[in-house]
C-alpha cells in the first residue's frame, strides 16, 4: 500500500490545519490507519488511529478533545483535523496503515507508510 500524506503548514497556535492520507492504488479495506508525529530530537509518538470498515477511532491522550480522526470513502482518504493548535504540537506528521482491526499505538505495529508532512505551529 502507497500512502500519501498531504495538508501540513505554517499555523498559528490556536489555529487549524487538517492532514489527509490517500492510498494509491487500493483501499483502505481491511487497515487500521494512524497518524504518527516526531518532534526534532524526540521519538516518533502515536497521535491517533481508525479502522476504514468500522471507523473505530483510538486517540493518544494528550490529543482528545483537539484532534479528530475521520475517513472518507469516496476519496479513498482518512483525514486528521487537528484543531487549537499549540506549538508542541510541531512536528512532521506520518500516517500509516497496519492490517487488521486490533488497536495498534507503536510504529512497529504498522505495515506501511507516508512520507510525511510537516506541521509547523507558531505562537
Known amino acids: 500500500v502507497q500512502l500519501q500524506a498531504s495538508g501540513g503548514g505554517l499555523v498559528q497556535a490556536g489555529g487549524s490545519l487538517r492532514l489527509s492520507c490517500a492510498a494509491a492504488g487500493r483501499t483502505f479495506s481491511g487497515y487500521r490507519v494512524g497518524w504518527f508525529r516526531q518532534a526534532p530530537g524526540k521519538e516518533r509518538e502515536f497521535v491517533a488511529s481508525i479502522t476504514w470498515s468500522f471507523g473505530s477511532t483510538d486517540y493518544a491522550e494528550s490529543q482528545k478533545g483537539r484532534f479528530t480522526i475521520s475517513r472518507d470513502y469516496g476519496k479513498n482518504t482518512v483525514h486528521l483535523q487537528m484543531d487549537s493548535l499549540k506549538p508542541e504540537d510541531t512536528a512532521v506528521y506520518y500516517c500509516?496503515?497496519?492490517?487488521?482491526?486490533?488497536?495498534?499505538?507503536?510504529?512497529?505495529?504498522?505495515?506501511?507508510w507516508g512520507q510525511g508532512t510537516l506541521v509547523t505551529v507558531s505562537s
Open positions: 500509516a496503515a497496519a492490517r487488521g482491526m486490533a488497536p495498534r499505538t507503536t510504529s512497529a505495529q504498522y505495515d506501511y
